[in-house]
């Protein structure tokens, strides 16, 4: 018996039968058949482990079965050894599958270590017990803050009079100025909400009506792999952006030498000066925040030849794809074209332009300070409102703790400051009725009160 409608479950077979007819695999199908490849044929499994000794799995709680499976039979089938970093509390893609009971039975697996991470490098200590509030108020992680920042940072909780529209006047007319005035740029500050509807149209609203410059933000704009990650870091490097982060030229020069010794233009051992001044001098000339990205990239490829080394190395190939791709993107009038090379280094931020996006997209950044408007029950977390009877329906249990830790992953990504809005009740148009305060901001009041 499916727990599926019968209806959906026609739809699909008649969508896997009109790929097999036009012999095309799209993304979970590549993913099934690569399951099936390793677990049926000895071989294929023989020829991965003398390739891949190791497999590194990163954000293992993003996983789904199949890919899980992959991992299991490698590992078991192959002897394949694993390395897999995740976090439970950040699964927040389950409409794609994620589930973290692998991460949970991979690390119960015989013949696996685990090894807890203790200290959070980005957060206060004030920020991280307000983000883990809504996780579970009697099962603290136990995060320890880096031990040699002195501040623990701010979280602020602030009621404000009326709705959504005078949370969002709230936020540009006192979080802003305050914010600005102690020295944080616009690009620092991130404002996150849920998705699509009535709290996005205020601020959006809200922010055009201030004349506060911001970006919504467009997800995916670059590739999040370590080769566009270590060019990012270069442009970072080269026009002095270190806003967010400290950029080594040391950092860049050791990831440039493993890039190398892959092509087989070095070998392992101390980096000669020629490759330390190849780089140096590709990457210390008078760039700008405003240079254009395709101007910049065209360089680099010019002074370092980065096509032809990726293309002499088989473990660099995806790179060279992820290469072209900035660079076509960047020349063919794309979103990329008008692109500069300090909101390449910035991940995509504009420079004092405030970011606008989902929780989601938070996910595996930071930044100075983070702003949540909106915390009323119905919105965060979100319950259907029953027009009837004129409440709230009550949410699934699975549903509530995917939206709590929704929460901890936006919450937990200030670095400075947070901000906590909310109205009590908030009326909206847009509801049919008021909107009480979100159960998180009783739940982070609480934690913060223990000290």
């Given amino acids: 018996m499916s727990r599926f409608d019968d209806r959906y479950v026609a739809v699909a077979a008649r969508y896997e039968a009109a790929l097999n007819e036009q012999l095309i695999l799209d993304f979970d199908r590549i993913v099934f058949e690569s399951l099936r490849l390793v677990q049926s044929n000895a071989v294929v499994r023989d020829l991965?482990?003398?390739?891949?000794?190791?497999?590194?799995?990163?954000e293992y709680q993003d996983l789904g079965g199949p890919l899980h499976q992959i991992v299991l039979t490698l590992s078991n089938a192959a002897g394949i050894k694993v390395f897999a970093v995740g976090d439970e509390d950040q699964t927040v893609f389950e409409f794609s599958g994620a589930d973290s009971r692998y991460l949970n039975e991979l690390a119960a697996t015989d013949g696996y270590r685990t090894i807890r991470l203790r200290f959070?490098?980005?957060?206060?200590s004030r920020i991280m017990a307000a983000s883990e509030a809504a996780l579970a108020l009697d099962a603290p992680r136990g995060y320890l803050p880096d031990p040699e920042r002195r501040d623990d940072g701010e979280v602020f909780i602030q009621t404000v009079a009326g709705g959504l529209t005078d949370q969002i006047s709230f936020l540009t007319e006192t979080i802003l100025p305050t914010v600005q005035g102690l020295g944080v740029p616009l690009h620092e500050v991130v404002v996150l909400y849920p998705g699509k509807g009535a709290l996005l149209t205020r601020i959006q609203e809200g922010l055009?009506?201030?004349?506060?410059?911001?970006?919504?933000?467009?997800?995916?704009?670059?590739?999040?792999?370590?080769?566009?990650?270590?060019?990012q870091k270069c442009a970072n490097w080269a026009v002095g952006a270190r806003s967010h982060e400290e950029i080594l030229f040391?950092?860049?020069?050791?990831?440039?030498a493993v890039i190398l010794q892959n092509a087989g233009t070095r070998d392992s051992g101390p980096i000669d000066l020629e490759t330390r001044r190849r780089l140096f001098t590709?990457?210390?000339?008078?760039?700008?925040?405003?240079?254009?990205l395709a101007d910049w990239l065209d360089e680099?490829?010019?002074?370092?030849?980065?096509?032809?080394?990726?293309?002499?190395?088989?473990?660099?190939?995806?790179?060279?794809?992820?290469f072209d791709t900035l660079v076509n993107g960047c020349l063919v009038g794309q979103a990329l074209a008008e692109t500069s090379v300090g909101e390449f280094a910035r991940d995509g931020r504009t420079r004092d332009r405030l970011v606008l996006t989902t929780y989601h997209s938070s996910k595996g950044r930071q930044f100075d300070v983070?702003?949540?408007p909106g915390l009323q029950e119905g919105i965060m977390p979100s319950r259907r409102i029953n027009r009837r009877s004129g409440t709230l329906d009550a949410i699934p249990e699975a549903a509530l703790s995917a939206q709590r830790r929704r929460f901890y992953v936006g919450l937990s990504r200030a670095k400075r400051m947070a901000f906590l809005l909310s109205s009590n009740p908030a009326r909206d148009t847009a509801f049919a009725i008021p909107l009480v305060p979100s159960r998180f901001i009783a739940e982070v009041q609480t934690r913060l009160a223990q000290g």
């Fill in 250 to 256: 040391e950092e860049l020069l050791a990831e440039y």
């Fill in 120 to 124: 959070n490098y980005r957060s206060g």
């Fill in 370 to 372: 983070v702003v949540l």
């Fill in 282 to 292: 590709s990457l210390e000339r008078a760039y700008n925040e405003e240079y254009l």
């Fill in 208 to 231: 055009e009506s201030a004349n506060v410059p911001y970006l919504a933000e467009r997800e995916g704009l670059f590739s999040r792999t370590p080769f566009v990650r270590w060019l």
């Fill in 48 to 58: 991965l482990a003398a390739r891949f000794p190791w497999l590194v799995v990163d």
């Fill in 300 to 322: 680099l490829q010019q002074s370092l030849d980065l096509r032809s080394v990726l293309a002499a190395s088989p473990a660099h190939l995806e790179d060279l794809e992820d």
